[in-house]
């Protein structure tokens, strides 16, 4: 078993678990500032895989300069070269509402083919 510390990335830990989990044939465990890799049978886990699939994830953020992933032992950090905690920024929650008859969605789209129905 091997210990992904996400402190830093807090906020993409699931992501990030579920990606490297993928990459390397793993099954993830979440704790709360970590998650740990567990092999599916009695194999043992390159450590140098999992490095690889975590730069790869941060990679795809565009993040790969702000971040170094140190192994150690059972133990890989995550942590920040500029000292900043990456945070995902929120998306917008908007609901939308049928003026006709006050249907409620997230979803534009779903509320412009519902407003259609109206009209059939």
Not at 30 to 45: A, N, R, Y
Request: aromatic content about 10%; glycine content about 4%.
């Amino acid at each position: 078993m091997i210990t992904i510390d996400c402190r830093e990335i807090e906020s993409y830990k699931h992501e990030l678990a579920v990606f490297v989990a993928d990459w390397i044939g793993a099954i993830p465990t979440m704790k709360l500032h970590e998650f740990v890799l567990s092999p599916i049978e009695d194999e043992h886990l390159d450590t140098e895989k999992i490095v690889k699939g975590i730069r790869e994830f941060l990679a795809s953020l565009g993040e790969t300069a702000n971040f170094a992933v140190l192994p150690k032992d059972e133990i890989v950090l995550i942590k920040s070269l500029s000292n900043r905690t990456f945070v995902r920024e929120k998306q917008s929650e908007s609901l939308f509402t049928c003026t006709h008859c006050g249907y409620v969605t997230q979803y534009e789209g779903l509320l412009q083919t519902h407003m259609n129905l109206h009209y059939l």
